[in-house]
């Protein structure tokens, strides 16, 4: 089992729906969690982070993080085209920084 | 506008040559990654430096990688020799003493 798990997706929503992307992990001691968002042969962009339980807004996008239920989830607002991009969900499970991140999650939003 | 930089951006080279890889991170963070990217493997860590000091290579294959940080504004990474399967996008990202990472633009590199 990965450590990270995403659904690979493509996610196709249409313009102006909400995108929600989410992600699993299985180390319960994972202490913080991280959306990266990657354009197509570009390098990730940190779009959001969270720590704590409970949702995490800014701007558009919402982080929400259950511990329990161990999973992360990210969600776009008034989904724009320039939103496509494969969504890499990244966790620190430990007190080192080590990123580990999942295989992504390609987001198709349609005109 | 601070960011992490990376040479070469793309590279050819030929099974056995040596390539050699460096990234100049943010001015004042003291945390550098490199991340190997492949469609298969998705984004890997090989290694991580902190104040210069490597803490963790794991993820690298010994036998024929190496990463050091001769100083604090430049981290390489060497593969010597090269192999197809070492064809890959290498990131570099770099961050202050925190979780969070700034990544390059990355090093595209083909082993024929």
């Known amino acids: 089992q990965k450590e990270v798990e995403q659904n690979s997706g493509p996610l196709s929503v249409p313009e102006g729906a909400i995108a929600s992307l989410n992600c699993t992990y299985s180390?319960?001691?994972?202490?913080?969690f991280f959306w990266y968002r990657q354009y197509s042969g570009k390098s990730p962009e940190l779009i959001m982070f969270i720590y704590s339980n409970g949702d995490k807004e800014d701007g558009r996008f919402t982080a929400q993080l259950n511990k329990a239920s161990q999973y992360v989830s990210l969600l776009i607002r008034d989904s724009q085209p320039s939103d496509s991009a494969t969504y890499l969900c990244a966790v620190i499970v430990d007190s080192s920084y080590k990123l580990i991140f999942g295989s992504g999650t390609r987001l198709l939003v349609r005109p | 506008d601070a960011r992490v930089t990376q040479t070469p951006r793309h590279k050819v080279t030929e099974m056995g040559q040596e390539v050699t890889m460096r990234c100049q991170p943010i001015?004042?963070?003291?945390?550098v990654f490199w991340y190997r990217q492949t469609m298969m493997q998705g984004l890997e860590l090989l290694a991580y430096f902190r104040n210069r000091a490597p803490l963790d290579d794991s993820g690298m294959p010994k036998d024929r990688f190496s990463a050091e940080m001769p100083d604090a504004t430049l981290a390489t990474l060497k593969i010597q020799p090269s192999e197809p399967r070492d064809s890959a996008v290498y990131f570099c990202?770099?961050?202050?003493?925190?979780?969070?990472?700034?990544f390059g633009p990355g090093t595209r590199l083909t082993v024929l």
């Open positions: 180390d319960r001691g994972s202490q913080s």
């Open positions: 001015l004042g963070h003291n945390t």
């Open positions: 990202a770099s961050g202050p003493d925190s979780d969070t990472q700034y």
